[in-house]
């Protein structure tokens, strides 16, 4: 089935100390995960920013099955996250825009993984900057039917937040006319036309300043 | 402690979490932490930890998980408080 999940953490909101209490990141990564922090190549990343990391793939996975299964139920230590791959030479650097779209990610340094929940294998693409972690997963390695926008908005009103990104999102789909983002039965985001829902898959974020979406085709 | 009783402490836990304070002050068990009180779901780990720090209780992620509204947290607490004695 089509699916998208995606997932925006922004990293000035998260508190840096508790992050880093065995308590706390035991409730989202499994001691495996935990491990893998201790590779060489996670030398240029803080663990807090792992930890976030792997909860942003996580809860981007969630989403994606959510549209396939309403009754799952969102167990962080339950989506395990395996072979990490980060670009060669990978440091975090300012995001220094205001907004990024894009269809996949070819060219772009993304930092990419696996998750499993069950029997389902899915595959997720992460942009890292100093300010967040945008996430998007799919269902295929391939995401060059993926699209995604992120942007800095001047408010963290979750009002607001709520309407900038479906404005977002509207204004980056190719066809556009009379179409809004409604929910289904369920609670998850849907775009309708003309108040029929498409089968266009949509995922929605916000996290303080940051909103973030995706797309399937 | 009596449900009311937990209501009225987890309403304070909350309470950093939310901008919704209209929906907090009229907080039942049928409140949704997302969905109502708009919190970010990042911050429901936060909760967890501090509802673990609050009671003395310690809450895994699979009871974690089930913590969606106000009653279901109630039950979880609820049952960890009763477990303790």
């Given at each position: 089935m089509l699916s998208t999940g995606n997932?925006?953490?922004?990293?000035?909101?998260?508190?840096?100390?508790?992050?880093?209490?065995?308590?706390?990141?035991?409730?989202?990564?499994?001691?495996?995960?935990?491990?893998?922090?201790?590779?060489?190549?996670?030398?240029?990343?803080?663990?807090?920013?792992?930890?976030?990391?792997?909860?942003?793939?996580?809860?981007s996975a969630f989403k994606f099955l959510q549209r396939i299964d309403a009754?799952i139920?969102?167990?962080?230590?339950?989506?395990?996250?395996?072979?990490?791959?980060?670009?060669?030479?990978?440091?975090?650097?300012?995001?220094?825009?205001?907004?990024?779209?894009?269809i996949g990610?070819?060219?772009?340094?993304?930092?990419?993984?696996?998750?499993?929940?069950?029997?389902h294998i899915l595959y997720s693409s992460?942009?890292?900057?100093?300010?967040?972690?945008?996430?998007v997963v799919n269902g295929a390695e391939d995401f060059s039917r993926t699209h995604w926008?992120?942007?800095?908005?001047?408010?963290?009103?979750?009002?607001?937040?709520?309407?900038?990104?479906?404005?977002?999102l509207?204004?980056?789909l190719k066809?556009?006319?009379?179409?809004?983002i409604?929910?289904n039965?369920l609670?998850i985001p849907v775009l309708l036309k003309?108040?029929q829902e498409l089968t266009i898959p949509v995922s929605l974020?916000?996290?303080?300043?940051?909103?973030?979406y995706s797309f399937q085709l | 402690?009596?449900?009311?009783?937990?209501?009225?402490?987890?309403?304070?836990?909350?309470?950093?979490?939310?901008?919704?304070?209209?929906?907090?002050?009229?907080?039942?068990?049928?409140?949704?932490?997302?969905?109502?009180?708009?919190?970010?779901?990042?911050?429901?780990?936060?909760?967890?930890?501090?509802?673990?720090?609050?009671?003395?209780?310690?809450?895994?992620?699979?009871?974690?998980?089930?913590?969606?509204?106000?009653?279901?947290?109630?039950?979880?607490?609820?049952?960890?408080?009763?477990?303790?004695?």
């Open positions: 997932d925006i953490v922004s990293l000035n909101a998260i508190n840096v100390t508790c992050t880093k209490q065995p308590n706390f990141y035991s409730k989202i990564l499994t001691p495996t995960e935990t491990a893998l922090y201790k590779q060489s190549r996670f030398a240029n990343i803080p663990f807090e920013v792992f930890v976030w990391l792997l909860w942003s793939i996580k809860e009754d139920l969102f167990t962080p230590v339950k989506f395990v996250v395996s072979d990490v791959q980060i670009p060669f030479g990978f440091t975090l650097s300012g995001f220094e825009a205001i907004k990024l779209t894009g990610f070819n060219g772009i340094p993304t930092i990419r993984s696996t998750v499993k929940f069950g029997d992460s942009l890292i900057y100093q300010e967040f972690i945008s996430t926008g992120i942007k800095w908005i001047d408010s963290d009103d979750t009002e607001i937040q709520s309407a900038e990104v479906r404005a977002f509207i204004d980056n066809d556009n006319i009379s179409i809004s409604g929910k039965p609670g003309n108040n974020s916000h996290h303080e300043y940051y909103i973030a | 402690m009596t449900r009311q009783e937990i209501l009225n402490e987890l309403k304070k836990v909350i309470s950093p979490y939310t901008t919704n304070k209209e929906m907090l002050a009229q907080i039942n068990e049928d409140t949704d932490l997302l969905k109502d009180l708009k919190i970010n779901s990042a911050n429901l780990v936060d909760i967890i930890i501090d509802a673990e720090a609050k009671y003395d209780i310690e809450i895994d992620y699979d009871e974690a998980d089930k913590m969606m509204n106000v009653g279901s947290c109630i039950d979880v607490i609820s049952e960890k408080i009763g477990q303790k004695q």
